[in-house]
């Protein structure tokens, strides 16, 4: 199919006129089971009347100021993620890898206004994704993306997942952080042991390091808490979130503590588009279902559930399914066959998944998913673990 967009994407053959919830409708009336969320991004599905009344009732009011001006809408979200969070200040970008580079330049800004401006390197891990920008490829470390882009971004040292020692034996007098997903998303749903965040936390203090943590995917309640690192009782110094906060909207965040933010001075950073009104708006209204009493328990009780699922399912069809995998609603099925296949098994059930790294389908419904659709997402795993088997025979 000829196309005027650039080919960067190998994109499947259908689209999409409108959705609702959960549901998303093609011109023809098709209903699909979304169970990808975009990229974990609808974190409260389509056309959410919350998030569409506070986009459209900004939409009429201003759209743009720039960062020239007070913002008191983007003032009111970042006291709000801050009295959530470990952190007391916020910088909004327009996107996840924006809210990496901020982290990462934050950073390395850091030990500069610290005297130590030799300390730049940034410890990431296998499986790791940060983005697409040439400081995040490199930090991604995956060969396939900075294939023939050039010399790498220097100051990332890469070591081996859930690896200590590898971590400890990579520390030297340059190193300033240790960058981290709590549970990598692209690279396969692979959740970091409790432990081995607790064990980065304290390597960070002993060295003088900061802990930057990604929860560009696993962030905003996807894990079942407001932030995947709770689970481990740790507190980041500084944390990129994006992905969920914008349910759609285009959105993230850089979040800090004010010691990792002492280099951040006015005029070292900048964004023409990032924490604009619409964005704002939206965030807001984000904010205001996901931190409602009774959220949270809600994404565990269903994530709980679908776990169960596919629990059954795998035993049902060890042919098909090797492994569960995840926390809350951000959960992978390990399978047997090519993942791609199962993607498409299940598209064919008008269910959508997403693939990941290690032969993994990410399900990753939005947050506001009901018991009833996790059964129909149950049926549809089902017919497509059935029809798999048998092609199999
Ligand atoms: C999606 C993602 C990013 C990049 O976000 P973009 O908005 O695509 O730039 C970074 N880190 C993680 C963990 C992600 O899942």
Known sequence: MSSALLPAYARTPLSFDHGKGVHLFTKDGDSYLDFGAGIAVSSLGHAHPQLVAALQEQAGKLWHTSNLYQMPDGEKLAERLVAASFADQVFFTNSGAEALECSIKMARKYHSASGNGQRYRIITFEGAFHGRT?????????????????????????????????????????????????????????????????????????????????????????????????????????????????????????????????????????????????????????????????????????????????????????????????????????????????VKALIAEKMLTIPAADNVVRLLPPLIVTDEEIEEAENKIERACQKMQEQKQ
């Open 134 to 342: 040439l400081a995040t490829i490199a930090a991604g470390g995956k060969k396939q993306y900075l294939d023939g882009f050039g010399p790498v971004v220097d100051g990332f040292d890469q070591v081996v997942f859930n690896d200590l020692k590898a971590v400890e034996a990579a520390i030297g007098d340059e190193t300033a952080a240790i960058l981290i997903e709590p549970v990598q998303g692209e690279g396969g749903i692979r959740p970091v042991e409790n432990e081995f965040l607790r064990a980065l936390r304290e390597i960070c203090d002993e060295n003088g390091l900061l802990l930057i943590l990604d929860e560009v995917q696993s962030g905003v309640g996807r894990t079942g808490r407001l932030f995947a690192h709770e689970w481990a009782g740790i507190t980041p110094d500084i944390m990129a979130i994006a992905k969920g906060i914008g349910g759609g909207f285009p959105m993230g965040a850089c979040l800090a503590t004010v010691e990792a933010g002492k280099g951040m001075t006015a005029g070292t950073h900048g964004t023409t588009f990032g924490g604009n009104p619409l964005a704002m708006a939206v965030g807001n209204a984000v904010l205001d279902v996901v931190l409602a009493e009774g959220f949270m328990q809600h994404v565990n009780q269903t994530g709980l559930k679908l776990s169960q699922k596919l629990a059954r399912l795998k035993d049902q069809y060890p042919d098909i399914i090797e492994e569960i995998r995840g926390k809350g609603l951000m959960l992978g099925l390990k399978v047997k066959p090519a993942n791609s296949e199962m």
